[in-house]
């Protein structure tokens, strides 16, 4: 039995394929193996908050067990299980794995705070994803605020549809934000429709400020603007001292990046989480003075 253009014929013919296409059906055939295989772990990388300097959240961010390869970056298999909608299984085994973590640290007595979990517009697209996501909450034992779930903004994004289904999960209690703020198709439709919580700001955005005037004045007008909707603004990709000072002299609320720390494995996170209690994690020393 061959179809003419179907899969089963690619396969049957796979010596002839295409090394592009073979390389994407393996790795979508790894994915669903390694799904099973519990081959994923969540690493987690520290939020603070810019005027205490306290860790006040932290995102999740997948990463691949490889028997052979070592650790695998989102990069690298996220658009083939976007392509192959594993990320629908996968995405769901992200949120229930880091509700799970994050009860288990609030049930040893760490400080509570929120995981913010990625979202791909695939599951999005789902019709029970606020089922799903409240099953979860409601096995795992988290409270809805301390989970947040981010979105990027799409082109395909129907924003009739994406309103109605962030309503109905910001009706269980999570907090939405959205990721990779300025990249996207970044209408002010958006802002003005979707039950946002908060806005983090590209790192493409915060990388150049100290060098670049207009991505400065972008950083700015992004702050100014969230506060005056009522978001909350955190920036991602914060690496010096000179951009910590420059956020927080602009009130920034939060900051995420290597200047406070990498993503780090649950282990090491939780480690930092008990050493950091009521110490402020960053320096929250005013840009001048000789301190
Ligand atoms: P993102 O959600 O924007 O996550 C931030 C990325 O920036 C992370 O890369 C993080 O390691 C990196 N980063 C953090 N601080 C700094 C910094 O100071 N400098 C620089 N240069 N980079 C920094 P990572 O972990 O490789 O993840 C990349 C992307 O993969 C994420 O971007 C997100 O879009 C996606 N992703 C990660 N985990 C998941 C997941 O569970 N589900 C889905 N759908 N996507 C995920
Ligand atoms: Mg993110
Ligand atoms: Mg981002
Ligand atoms: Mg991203």
Redesign the pocket.
């Known amino acids: 039995r061959v179809k003419e253009n179907g899969k089963d014929d690619y396969l049957l013919h796979s010596g002839e394929m295409d090394p592009v296409a073979l390389h994407k059906l393996t790795l979508q055939h790894d994915l669903r193996k390694a799904l099973l295989n519990d081959e994923f772990q969540l690493?987690y990388?520290p939020q603070y908050d810019l005027s205490s300097g306290q860790i006040v959240g932290m995102?999740?961010?997948?990463r691949w067990k490889h028997p052979k390869r070592g650790l695998v970056?989102?990069?690298d298999f996220?658009p083939a299980a976007e392509e192959s909608g594993i990320?629908v299984p996968l995405?769901e085994w992200?949120i229930k794995e880091a509700c799970r973590q994050n009860k288990a640290w609030q049930d040893e007595g760490i400080p509570r705070i929120p995981v913010s979990?990625?979202?791909?517009i695939r599951q999005f697209s789902q019709r029970n994803l606020n089922e799903k996501v409240a099953d979860i909450l409601r096995s795992s034992g988290l409270e809805p605020r301390y989970l947040e779930l981010?979105i990027?903004e799409s082109m395909t994004m129907d924003v009739e549809r994406a309103s109605q289904c962030l309503k109905e999960l910001t009706e269980l209690g999570v907090n939405i934000s959205i990721?990779?703020f300025g990249t996207g198709y970044s209408s002010f439709h958006y802002l003005k429709n979707l039950p946002i919580a908060r806005l983090k700001i590209d790192?493409s955005f915060v990388r150049d400020i100290q060098q670049d005037p207009n991505d400065a004045a972008i950083v700015a007008a992004i702050i100014a603007m969230a506060h005056n909707l009522s978001l909350q603004v955190i920036a991602?990709?914060?690496?010096t001292e000179h951009q910590v000072h420059f956020l927080r002299s602009h009130r920034c609320d939060e900051m995420?990046?290597?200047?406070g720390s990498?993503?780090l494995c649950s282990e090491e996170i939780g480690k930092l989480l008990r050493d950091k209690l009521n110490r402020p994690a960053i320096s929250v020393r005013p840009s001048t003075g000789n301190g």
């Open positions: 690493y990388q995102e999740a961010l997948i970056p989102p990069c996220i990320i995405g992200v979990v990625n979202l791909s981010e990027t990721d990779d790192r991602e990709g914060v690496e995420q990046g290597y200047y990498p993503p």
